[in-house]
């Protein structure tokens, strides 16, 4: 019997053990969540492309050097790396602030924008540059004139300005390109589309068939013009082509503003160039990649600095964040050196 009950203590107690073990963490996780919802502030995260790049390069020239001068290569490129950190702390190297913009319908990514272009405004100085790698097809009229009028701040507070398009910069994505001090497009990368388009489908005579009405009731004149139920007056259709004509007049001077050289009235079709016709035409300043563009400003000595907004993830997300973060740091901080030992041993 006692052999029994000290069975079952131990059971119950291992029992209890794991449920209270569960409940601690699903206590955690709807913390965590609780937090989610009522922050939803995102993470900065600030990547040194110059830095990556000039690791990455020196492995490649340690591994096409031939076995028996490897040693003497890693030496002389600490040596070399040594001398470029103390020409750097001794002087203000300038800095290229590299920002993505990748535009869907809604550029969606405006909000993100909008809050790098505040941080940046309050940290740029003399000789500093922001990149802008932008892509986008365009879409609706009010979510990319938000998107151009947060680059718009840039130029109004006198930053450096340069905009790289290597895909696409089409309608609504060239509103926001245009703002930019510097243009530069990749040769195959879609560039203008300085129109508007809508279209609206209109089911009025398949409903007429089957005998349904529909009434739409309105107070205003012109406060429905075109509809997908009711019956489409030709005055409805003239007031909506003249509104997209209204807004494709303020389009072409918002583009025409901020390139003053551009024939807008030769552009402004609707039309589409490739970058290299894009250039002929004065809508872009220059032709190349931003990859190109970058490492030649990372020749000029420049720091070149990668921000960006993400969405924070949960607490066991954050958790294991927490933990690679600090391997990642202690990694890097004897990976030259363990680097040059792996080749000095060859």
Request: aromatic share 4%; proline share 2%.
């Amino acid at each position: 019997m006692i052999e029994w009950l000290a069975e079952y203590g131990l059971f119950l107690a291992k029992t209890v053990t794991l449920v209270v073990a569960i409940g601690i963490i699903l206590a955690l996780m709807a913390h965590g969540r609780r937090r989610g919802r009522g922050d939803n502030e995102a993470k900065l995260t600030v990547t040194e492309l110059d830095e990556r790049f000039q690791r990455r390069s020196r492995r490649l020239r340690l591994a096409a050097e031939p076995k028996a001068r490897r040693r003497q290569l890693a030496k002389r490129l600490r040596k070399a790396a040594k001398q470029a950190d103390k020409q750097g702390a001794s002087q203000d190297s300038e800095r290229v602030w590299v920002l993505d913009f990748d535009g869907d319908l809604k550029a969606s990514g405006t909000p993100a924008l909008a809050e790098l272009v505040s941080l940046l405004l309050e940290e740029l100085r003399d000789g500093d540059e922001i990149v802008l790698r932008l892509q986008s097809g365009g879409g609706l009229v009010h979510s990319y004139g938000l998107a151009a009028a947060q680059l718009d701040r840039l130029r109004d507070a006198g930053a450096r300005l340069t905009v790289c398009v290597d895909k696409v910069a089409a309608s609504g994505g060239y509103m926001m390109a245009c703002c930019a001090n510097h243009l530069i497009a990749a040769p195959f990368a879609v560039i203008g589309s300085i129109g508007v388009v809508a279209q609206i489908p209109n089911v009025h005579r398949l409903l007429k068939r089957h005998d349904v009405d529909v009434e739409l009731l309105t107070a205003g004149r012109y406060k429905r013009t075109l509809t997908v139920l009711g019956e489409n007056s030709e005055e409805g259709r003239t007031k909506f082509i003249e509104d997209l004509e209204s807004t494709h007049d303020l389009f072409k001077r918002y583009v025409a503003a901020r390139r003053p050289s551009l024939d807008i009235e030769r552009v402004a079709t609707g039309e589409i160039w490739y970058g290299s016709e894009a250039l002929e035409a004065g809508l872009v300043d220059a032709v190349g990649t931003s990859d190109a563009y970058l490492l030649r400003r990372q020749g000029d000595r420049a720091r070149i600095l990668k921000v960006s907004l993400a969405s924070r993830p949960g607490l066991l997300g954050r958790l294991g964040k927490g933990v690679e973060g600090g391997m990642e740091n202690c990694i890097d901080r004897v990976l030259q050196r363990v680097d040059d030992l792996r080749w000095e041993r060859r």
